[in-house]
């Protein structure tokens, strides 16, 4: 993991992170959110890969589908960046 680029950074970060994700495990994120300086959120995206694609099968299961899980990313960044207007 690269994080020195994370840690120097002090503008607002949002990171919207798959949770099947194997470029970047969550567990590394998570441990590594605490020692950010700068302003951050995490939005999780349940099942999502690391282009944020969730599989047909789990979609289906879970009645949703992938346009509806990219208009909840949009709205999420949508909301940090409207909480951070000011930075």
């Known amino acids: 993991m690269r994080d020195e680029v994370l840690l120097g950074l002090r ?8 949770t099947r994700d194997a470029l970047c495990p969550l ?3 998570e441990a590594l959110l605490p020692k950010l300086s700068a302003p951050h959120a995490l939005h999780r995206i ?5 282009s ?8 289906k ?3 949703e589908t992938q346009d509806a899980v990219d208009d909840g990313i949009v709205n999420a960044m949508r ?9």
Request: charged residues 30%; proline residues 3%.
């Open 52 to 59: 944020l694609r969730i599989g047909a099968g789990r979609l």
């Open 79 to 87: 909301e940090f960046l409207d909480s951070h207007a000011h930075a």
């Open 11 to 18: 503008t607002p970060i949002l990171f919207v992170q798959g």
């Open 46 to 50: 349940e099942d999502g890969d690391h």
């Open 61 to 63: 299961a879970r009645g």
């Open 27 to 29: 567990d590394r994120l």
